[in-house]
């Protein structure tokens, strides 16, 4: 839908973006409850952006990764070195290297450390001879300055989303960071539910954004320009009513009317709350429903090739149910040369398509996910031993898992 409303939220986003253009760093929390728009904001000041010159990266913290160290981390550097799932790792050695030079750190002594994050173990560099806390201290320190160093080159973006589901050592990370970007044309972007708490102290070149409801104007204008101004009165404002203010909710009960092509004097069969608005959106896909769910249990994205190791269809009827799930808007794509990753379009949505699970066969799906990250997607598990674990735990094969833990919790 068009974006509506958060005047007063945008300008200050504009206002901190100027100061961290001109060297003052600036860090800017945004909370506000699910479905509130906090990723709809974010999306809207990197268009405003435009053609500024500066750098954006991005990551986010998910809840199958609360237990991953430096979860967030890996995503950002992935994402900023635009890593592929067929990228070697000699390749990776050879970027990390480039990104550090040009960051003005010593390969020697940051690759190494970086390196490790990613089960990654570069012949050409002397093995660290530090201790465990020392190598934790070094570690902390070095993504900082790698940061710190590439926003100098010129003015940087850094945003990572859903900060309550991060990690101790990501949290820690960012409180590092976030001490030393004062005088860094640099821009730190966090967002969280309500009930996170950020373990920095606050520093005058820190922001809090706090996302409320829309007002009944603007939920009003996301519902017409989804149904069209021709929409009854009297049917507008009872799904303002009904929406209170959530732009997700508006979205999503507008899709609902134009799918089951619902008349206006029977909006009173539509769900009265978000989740079970999802839960039906979800039913009225039919079978395509089935292939939401798969999707579901690896968290909010999923690619391709994992999904159709565990569907057990042909390609070509995997890539038609997929393409109906485009097409209804609960899901999107992003292409790559190797692979196409499917994105839930909000995190409740990916909820309410695994809590539609029964849970046998939530079971026998986690069950062939842990088969499938064993047996197709070695370098996968090797960086991220603890997916392995999860999928194992959820199928209640309790032995393997407790073994999948170990090394998990080795690794981390």
């Given amino acids: 839908s068009e974006f509506v409303g958060r005047e007063e939220e945008r300008k200050l986003l504009r206002e901190r973006w100027k100061l961290a253009q001109n060297g003052k760093g600036q860090l800017i929390m945004i909370t506000g409850e699910a479905g509130i728009g906090k990723s709809r904001l974010l999306q809207q000041f990197k268009e405003e952006l435009g053609g500024t010159p500066h750098t954006w990266v991005e990551g986010e913290s998910s809840p199958y990764e609360q237990d991953t160290p430096f979860a967030p981390t890996l995503d950002v550097v992935q994402n900023a070195l635009q890593w592929k799932s067929d990228t070697t790792p000699e390749e990776k050695i050879d970027g990390l290297e480039r990104v550090f030079k040009l960051a003005g750190l010593d390969p020697a002594k940051s690759v190494p450390l970086i390196a490790s994050l990613f089960g990654l173990t570069p012949d050409r560099y002397s093995p660290l001879l530090l201790s465990p806390e020392q190598q934790r201290v070094q570690l902390l320190q070095t ?28 949290l820690e990370e960012f409180t590092l960071m976030g001490e030393q970007i004062e005088n860094v044309p640099l821009l730190l972007l966090f967002t969280a539910r309500p009930r996170f708490q950020p373990p920095w102290p606050t520093r005058d070149f820190h922001t809090l954004i706090t996302l409320n409801r829309l007002d009944q104007q603007d939920i009003r204008g996301i519902i017409a320009g989804l149904l069209g101004k021709l929409i009854p009165a009297d049917t507008l404002e009872a799904l303002v009513t009904r929406t209170d203010g959530v732009p997700l909710f508006a979205e999503e009960i507008s899709h609902t009317m134009a799918e089951t092509n619902l008349r206006p004097h029977n909006t009173s069969q539509i769900p009265s709350t978000l989740h079970d608005l999802l839960m039906a959106r979800l039913d009225y896909l039919g079978p395509t429903k089935d292939i939401a769910q798969m999707g579901s249990i ?29 097409e209804s808007g609960l899901v999107y794509a992003e292409k790559s040369s190797t692979d196409t990753t499917y994105i839930f379009k909000h995190a409740l949505v990916q909820e309410a398509a695994y809590t539609s699970l029964l849970k046998s066969r939530r079971r026998e799906l986690h069950r062939a996910a842990a088969k499938a990250l064993n047996e197709s997607f070695l370098e996968l598990t090797k960086i991220r031993p603890e997916l392995v674990a999860h999928h194992l735990t959820e199928a209640g094969e309790a032995e393997q898992a407790v073994e999948a833990w170990q090394i998990a919790g080795e690794r981390a």
Avoid: N
Avoid at 144 to 170: C, I, K, M, N
Avoid at 300 to 326: C, H, N, V
């Fill in 143 to 170: 993504l900082v300055d790698w940061v710190t160093g590439t926003a100098r080159l010129q003015p940087l973006v850094l945003v990572v989303e859903d900060l309550h589901y991060a990690d101790p050592s990501t």
């Fill in 298 to 326: 690896f968290g909010r994205e999923f690619p391709y090739s994992l999904l159709s190791t565990i569907s057990g269809m042909t390609d070509e009827k995997l890539q038609e149910a997929l393409a109906r799930l485009i």
